[in-house]
């Protein structure tokens, strides 16, 4: 039996936690850390796992999961 091309998935969690002073301020480093992601996934520089993530000054904030899978469909 021959199976047509997959259809990719992508699953993407993310889990960051940040203390501020004010919530403007968590709001920003929280935006420009979520920024900085999306870039770096545009690029596609993650491989499926749990990858730790760190703010602008390196210190941790969190994790990002990313998980691709591919589904098959019969002809």
Same mark, same amino acid.
């Given at each position: 039996m021959e199976f047509e091309e997959g259809t990719l998935h992508l699953q993407c969690d993310v889990e960051l936690e940040f203390v501020g002073p004010t919530v403007a301020v968590v709001n920003k480093w929280a935006a420009d850390t979520l920024?900085?992601?999306?870039?770096?996934? $545009?690029?596609? $520089?993650?491989?499926?796992?749990?990858?730790? !993530?760190?703010?602008? !000054?390196?210190?941790?904030?969190?994790?990002?999961? !990313?998980?691709?899978? $591919?589904?098959? @469909? @019969?002809?």
């Open positions: 920024r900085k992601l999306a870039d770096r996934i $545009e690029q596609n $520089e993650f491989d499926s796992a749990w990858h730790d !993530v760190t703010d602008n !000054v390196g210190k941790p904030v969190g994790k990002l999961y !990313v998980d691709y899978s $591919e589904t098959f @469909e @019969e002809p």
